[in-house]
């Protein structure tokens, strides 16, 4: 029998209904159903855009600020902004994210018992549970972080937790979460839990500091210094986790600063400590890190790239789901976009962004300072999605951060540029690598940048076969990296604004963008 006391809310076009309370916020109900909220439900930003299609739903101050006069009148709302005042029908910017796992064969030393390798990602959690004799996954469970409620990005999650009680509340919520999605692992694989001898984590220094219940408040300013980067050993009795009390539970060492275990698990699953080329790694995210080295030595470094790699701070920006242009090529001297789930577009995400803009100069439509050739305010790219002046100069601050931050490198290194570069995560294995090296992201052919997947999540299954201090281990190869602090080399900003414009040079790139298949790109980011 249906509560009266609630208002009945239909989600389109997922087809859930949720019941909600009167004057009881939209954002806790959406939030389970995989809506997030990029400004931690502040109103700061439009990344949690609904539209109403039945029923009303109030307009504040915060959303008269954000939402045009038209945008209202349509039905558009902020979902952190809203409490229903009656029943609803809603239609949802977000939903059908694909997360990417990982399903690496690799060399080990069998083990008896289960494992669990756990990526914790800013956005996304990737879980897999391992026989350890086999090295075989039996089971995989993916989510969107627990944390995002309140903020999307680390700076916003860091900033909530530099008072007791949010640091609180984000260390609880992560570690229920996992161990929730570890429970879940067992009950797929029909498996017991004292089976399992060992979990292993890995994330970006904020996660790592904001699970294991480590102080945030170094990293918040300058010179953004960790205060317990190193691994951390819990147990499973500490956590709360229905695992024997004594399971071990390690989060792998971070690198340095805002370099974290997730790129030391990158350089255990590429093998760029054994190599005897110089080899690069890039972690392309709202931090993005990057790595030069070989056999003989490693340099590290982290630069502020913002979240525009993952659609957030751009005017139609969304996570690569459901509705979002994942793809803009150029057919017959117009744009063409390709939408994720052959519907309608709603937005554009990371990789469309990128490719749209690179469009752009192509077509001359934007200019190499950034700036639209005609003058004007914004693009259209189709029906519904247009790209304005202001998502152009959010993308070149982020491309300007991680070129500079790579040309820096390479100078420390020694001049020479990395036999191979490895693009590691969700962005990196699906952007278009023409259209990234087009707009000055990544200034190599090509055929010299290679996809590398979930490179965290196969590091941390290499680090369940590896004993602490034995030969090979994740030890022996974080003693042989170096941190790079760009935010304290005076040169930074020079390099920076001369990263800012694009390249002039386009008649490569024209050519070179129609032999990138498309079938190497079955989904964006």
């Not at 500079?404 to 100078?411: A, F, N, P, Q, T």
Request: aromatic fraction near 6%; hydrophobic fraction near 40%.
């Amino acid at each position: 029998m249906a509560d009266h006391r609630t208002h009945r809310v239909v989600l389109r076009p997922i087809g859930v209904e949720v019941r909600v309370r009167p004057g009881e916020p939209l954002k806790d109900a959406l939030f389970e159903q995989g809506v997030e909220f990029p400004c931690g439900g502040q109103g700061r930003c439009r990344g949690c855009r609904i539209q109403v299609l039945e029923g009303s739903a109030g307009v504040n101050a915060a959303q008269q600020e954000r939402l045009s006069s038209d945008e209202l009148a349509a039905g558009w709302r902020l979902a952190c902004q809203c409490v229903a005042d009656s029943d609803l029908v809603i239609e949802l910017r977000q939903w059908d994210s694909a997360i990417l796992s990982d399903e690496s064969s690799f060399a080990f030393t069998p083990r008896p018992g289960l494992g669990v390798a756990v990526d914790v990602g800013t956005t996304t959690i990737v879980a897999q549970l391992v026989k350890l004799a086999s090295g075989r996954v039996l089971a995989v469970r993916t989510a969107l972080n627990s944390q995002a409620r309140q903020g999307a990005d680390v700076m916003s999650r860091l900033q909530f937790a530099l008072s007791a009680a949010g640091r609180r509340e984000l260390e609880g919520l992560i570690r229920r979460q996992i161990g929730a999605l570890i429970a879940q692992l067992l009950f797929a694989a029909n498996a017991q839990a004292d089976q399992v001898r060992d979990v292993v984590l890995v994330g970006n220094t904020v996660m790592h500091h904001l699970f294991c219940g480590i102080n945030v408040e170094p990293l918040s300013h300058y010179p953004f210094i960790s205060g317990g980067d190193g691994l951390q050993v819990l147990s499973a009795g500490q956590l709360s986790w229905k695992l024997p009390a004594d399971t071990r539970v390690r989060f792998l060492p971070g690198l340095g600063g805002f370099v974290g275990s997730d790129i030391l698990a990158g350089l255990l699953a590429t093998g760029v400590g054994e190599s005897k080329d110089a080899v690069g790694l890039i972690d392309l995210g709202t931090n993005g890190e990057i790595v030069i080295g070989n056999r003989d030595r490693i340099l590290c470094a982290s630069t502020a790239a913002g979240p525009a790699f993952e659609g957030a701070r751009i005017s139609m920006g969304m996570r690569a789901c459901t509705g979002a242009i994942s793809e803009v090529t150029i057919e017959n001297g117009k744009p063409r976009c390709h939408v994720l789930g052959n519907t309608r577009p709603a937005g554009i995400c990371g990789s469309g962004l990128v490719d749209a803009v690179a469009a752009g100069l192509d077509l001359g439509v934007i200019a190499p300072s950034g700036r639209f050739a005609n003058g004007g305010s914004a693009w259209q790219l189709c029906a519904g999605v247009a790209l304005t002046q202001k998502d152009v100069r959010e993308l070149q601050l982020a491309k300007a951060a991680i070129a500079s931050g790579l040309v820096m490198l390479r100078e420390r290194w020694g001049g020479a540029d990395p036999a191979r570069l490895y693009l590691a995560g969700a962005f990196g294995n699906y952007v278009n690598r023409t259209s990234a090296r087009r707009i000055g992201l990544i200034d190599y052919q090509p055929d010299q940048v290679e996809p590398a997947g979930n490179t965290a999540l196969l590091g941390a299954k290499l680090a369940l076969f590896s004993r602490d201090g034995e030969n090979g281990s994740y030890t022996r190869l974080r003693s042989r990296v170096e941190h790079v602090s760009l935010s304290s080399d005076p040169h930074f900003q020079d390099v920076f604004v001369e990263q800012l414009g694009f390249t002039e040079n386009i008649g490569a790139f024209v050519n070179a963008r129609h032999e990138e298949s498309i079938y190497e790109h079955p989904g964006r980011t």
